[in-house]
């Protein structure tokens, strides 16, 4: 009986805790910055480095999960070039950051003007766009994701204007089995009939899909 009592009131602390961001008046801004995810992400979310990505304007929920499950050791990603699994660095900074600072940065994130599209270089032309369009509208990653990844279901990123390396990285760790968490499973089945031509021409349309300002 008490262990049910104490089960109960567990469930009830998690959504009061998350909730609490806006409660306890906290500072997603100051948050991204003095917790280090400006030293990846870039200011306002909107110019990260490497392969890691912009996540000015991205979906609260999303965000807010991802952050999560990093913490959490659910979302694991390849190596980088030193050997060093991409994630670890979020997931040894995580531990610092309780659950309503993280509902913080991520609602700062959502409101965050989206970062400009770079354009690729060599430019891609209209025929690879539209390619790329529709290998994404015939993969089915419209259905969840949106027209052109910018109207995606409950619990599921936008993809739109995102950077072409990140979502060339995503696709085909989730294609190899690498990353599991979240709605990956969903995503699986569709990842897994993507070769590396046809992720790379998604990568590249979606790349440049222009973002209405907030």
């Known amino acids: 009986m008490l262990r049910t009592a104490a089960l ?15 409660d306890a008046g906290l500072d997603g801004k100051a948050l991204f910055a003095t917790k280090t995810c400006i030293a990846c ?3 306002g979310g909107a110019k990260a480095i490497q392969v890691f990505p912009n996540l000015a304007g991205q979906n609260k929920d999303y965000v807010f999960a ?9 979302r694991v990603s390849g190596n980088d070039d030193r050997g060093y699994p991409r994630t670890q660095g979020m997931k040894d900074v995580m531990h610092l950051v309780s659950p309503a600072e993280r509902a913080a940065i991520a609602e700062y994130l959502a409101a965050a003007e989206p970062a400009k599209v770079k354009p690729l270089d060599p430019p891609i032309d209209d025929a690879r766009r539209q390619a790329g369009k529709d290998t994404y509208v015939k993969g089915g990653c419209q259905t969840c994701h949106g027209p052109d990844g910018l109207k995606p279901l409950a619990g599921y990123p936008i993809l739109g204007g995102a950077k072409r390396e990140y979502l060339a990285l995503q696709m085909t760790e989730i294609r190899d089995g690498i990353r599991k968490n979240g709605k990956v499973a969903t995503m699986l089945p569709f990842a897994k009939k993507l070769d590396d031509a046809k992720i790379a021409v998604i990568a590249d349309y979606l790349s440049q899909v222009e973002r209405a300002p907030k």
């Open 66 to 74: 991802q952050m999560n499950d990093i913490a959490d050791g659910k």
């Open 8 to 22: 109960a009131l567990g469930l009830l602390l998690v959504p009061v805790a998350v909730a609490s961001a806006e």
């Open 41 to 43: 992400h870039g200011r």
